[in-house]
Nanobody, 122 residues
């Protein structure tokens, strides 16, 4: 079992930045690909991006490409999502998820965190 806990969310003005963390416990995260998703009120969950187990490959959704960056520190059992140039439409609950398979843009992950709220004011 892998337990995932997201942190770092909050309220930020448009154009600002946040860094979200996804910390794992229970097992080492170094064997897992990790995806980030978000869900805004009344909308379906959306793929934000993902990173493979080693950190050598990253993937991003079109809505965030060029503004968000995913990285990982396997020694700290943590994956990060850097959010820059935030827009009001980035407001959502952000989730991280882990899988032993490859990064997927669908919700085919084995473990999920509880989410952290990001609110961007205009």
């Amino acid at each position: 079992q892998v337990q995932l806990v997201e942190s770092g969310g909050g309220l930020v003005q448009a154009g600002g930045s946040l860094r979200l963390s996804c910390a794992a416990s229970g097992r080492t995260l170094s064997s897992y690909a990790v995806g980030w998703f978000r869900q805004a009120p009344g909308k379906e969950r959306e793929f934000v991006g993902g990173i493979n187990w080693s950190g050598s490959s990253t993937y991003y959704g079109n809505a965030v490409k060029g503004r968000f960056t995913i990285s990982r520190d396997n020694a700290k059992n943590t994956v990060y999502l850097q959010l820059n140039s935030l827009k009001p439409e980035d407001t959502a609950v952000y989730y991280c998820a882990a899988t032993l398979r490859a990064v997927a843009r669908s919700e085919e992950y084995d473990y999920w965190g509880q989410g952290t709220q990001v609110t961007v004011s205009s």
